[in-house]
């Protein structure tokens, strides 16, 4: 599931390929998807750019992680805030949040979660009608909350500053406040109650080497962690996680959007 829904994407619309665009949106992505594959190891995770002043991201069953100019844009040079909304997309395929909203009433194709920072407005990729129909479909609030939660551990983990996230809520309520995209923000505001949350979460984090020590799926992705990071591994511990610093480990390839042929289900 999902090659065909990133074949549609890839025809569709404007695609960016710029390279070095791709190399840092890459760099960026690559140690978490390190992390996310000690939760859920049988996707292969890929990301792709796409050109359109929206700010927005979203992901589609089988690992495929999708990013709007008009978001890097707005994020700008933080490499720490590019990375928690990436991680926060990753977490929604790690939780398959996706697939718990699928219906065969309700879908053909493939469900897009739009970054549920402040939408419930997802796009329906109908492989048998036009694409980029928009459906109202939701994610649970508490789906929401749980990619901000996960997304932050892998973002900390692979060596980024969380409050990332928290300075791109602060992009979002200037949005929010001077009415530039209402539409992103009416069905589903970004809450106090949810930018409080991300904090104590990021609390949590730095007080328990990076981990929810109440969470089983947390527990569980730290003893793979400790595996990884024994001497034998080529992999090291994130020494600077929650720093500030973005990781040093060198580039891998960019992956174009429409080459991959591999990928497990959301």
Same mark, same amino acid.
């Given at each position: $599931?999902?090659?065909? %829904?990133?074949?549609?994407i890839v =025809?569709?619309?404007?695609m960016?390929?710029? +390279?070095?665009l ?11 998807? %390190?992390q ?24 589609i +069953? ?8 008009? @978001?890097i ?14 991680? =926060?997309?990753t ?5 398959? =949040? ?7 009433e ?10 549920? @920072? ?9 492989t048998?009608?036009? @694409? ?5 479909l =939701? ?6 909350? %749980? ?9 900390y ?61 947390s ?16 992999? $090291?511990? +994130?020494?600077?996680a ?16 429409q080459? +991959? ?6």
């Amino acid at each position: $599931m999902g090659k065909r %829904e990133n074949d549609e994407i890839v =025809h569709s619309q404007k695609m960016d390929y710029d +390279p070095v665009l791709n190399a840092r949106v890459q760099r960026i992505a690559s140690p978490i998807f %390190e992390q996310a594959q000690l939760m859920r190891s049988d996707v292969v995770y890929k990301i792709a750019v796409i050109d359109s002043p929206e700010v927005n991201a979203f992901s589609i +069953p089988g690992g495929w992680i999708y990013l709007y100019t008009g @978001l890097i844009n707005k994020v700008g040079t933080d490499d720490d805030a590019l990375a928690c909304i990436i991680g =926060h997309e990753t977490a929604h395929v790690v939780r398959r =949040h996706v697939v718990k909203q699928m219906s065969d009433e309700d879908v053909k194709g493939a469900l897009v979660s739009i970054l549920g @920072l402040a939408t419930a407005n997802y796009t329906v990729y109908n492989t048998a009608d036009t @694409l980029f129909q928009m459906d109202q479909l =939701h994610f649970s609030r508490e789906d929401e909350y %749980e990619a901000d939660k996960y997304g932050l551990m892998f973002a900390y983990n692979a060596g980024y500053d969380p409050e990332g996230m928290i300075r791109f809520f602060s992009k979002l309520e200037k949005l929010e406040k001077g009415e530039q995209d209402p539409a992103y923000m009416e069905d589903h505001p970004l809450t106090r109650n949810r930018i409080d949350r991300a904090k104590a979460l990021i609390k949590e984090l730095r007080a328990n080497s990076g981990h929810y020590p109440d969470d089983v799926d947390s527990a569980t992705a730290a003893a793979a962690q400790n595996v990884e990071d024994q001497p034998s591994s080529t992999n $090291m511990p +994130p020494s600077n996680a929650g720093s500030g610093s973005s990781p040093s480990s060198a580039e891998t390839p960019v992956i174009p959007a429409q080459m +991959p042929s591999t990928g497990g289900t959301n």
